[in-house]
């Protein structure tokens, strides 16, 4: 995502201690600035007229599933959604995927991981921890089943799954053409193709559908 001026990042946990840390990584890059600060489901709506970017967003809050306000947040302003969590459980994972998250890492990743994993995904990309990774490898690939096509029967071009494996590893849109060695342009009507055949929205929720019709194993 390119915007004027430095990307605007709004922090949504209910612990003033992980808030400050946040806070601290994002105010630590001259490219972002902290757009809001919320403690809650209801604060977090409150702020979402504060055009944020991004949005780090925790699961387990006072006031119900961080994984509830997802499509409200995608709705409004096209925000993305960064999952950071201690919620690292097969279900909470596939879930917020399915919600429209944007990336999924763990709190425990190092402050140099997060800062990378909101930079990747305001860049394009799909970050996700590998210990996350790993329970949705477990729960979606069935290495003897055959690949299925995508809802409507349609399956994916080898050049877009490709893409989605370079998604998967949380590569940008200029990343991926730079490995594919074709244009951006090229890449964003890969990206279209792909959303409108898996009828999804969001690159993670792109990957996981893939990997879930066993047409993309990482």
Do not use: W
């Amino acid at each position: 995502m390119t915007a004027p001026g430095p990307s605007r990042i709004m922090i949504v946990d209910d612990d003033p201690i992980v808030s400050a840390h946040f806070n601290d990584i994002v105010r630590s890059s001259p490219n972002l600035e902290v757009a809001g600060i919320a403690s809650s489901l209801a604060a977090a709506r409150q702020q979402i007229g504060c055009k944020p970017h991004l949005t780090l967003l925790d699961v387990g809050l006072p006031d119900g599933s961080g994984l509830t306000i997802i499509p409200e947040l995608k709705a409004s302003h096209a925000t993305l959604v960064l999952m950071v969590t201690t919620f690292g459980d097969r279900e909470t994972v596939v879930a917020a995927l399915r919600a429209g998250a944007d990336g999924y890492l763990l709190k425990d990743s190092n402050a140099a991981t997060i800062l990378a994993g909101i930079e990747a995904t305001l860049a394009g990309g799909a970050p996700v921890s590998p210990a996350a990774a790993v329970y949705l490898l477990d729960s979606l690939r069935a290495p003897e089943a055959a690949p299925q096509p995508a809802e409507g029967g349609v399956f994916l071009t080898p050049r877009e799954i490709e893409l989605l494996k370079l998604f998967a590893k949380g590569a940008s849109y200029k990343e991926a053409a730079r490995t594919l060695e074709i244009s951006p342009l090229t890449v964003g009507n890969h990206v279209k193709s792909i959303y409108r055949k898996l009828a999804v929205n969001s690159r993670g929720e792109a990957v996981y559908s893939a990997m879930r019709s066993g047409q993309l194993k990482v």
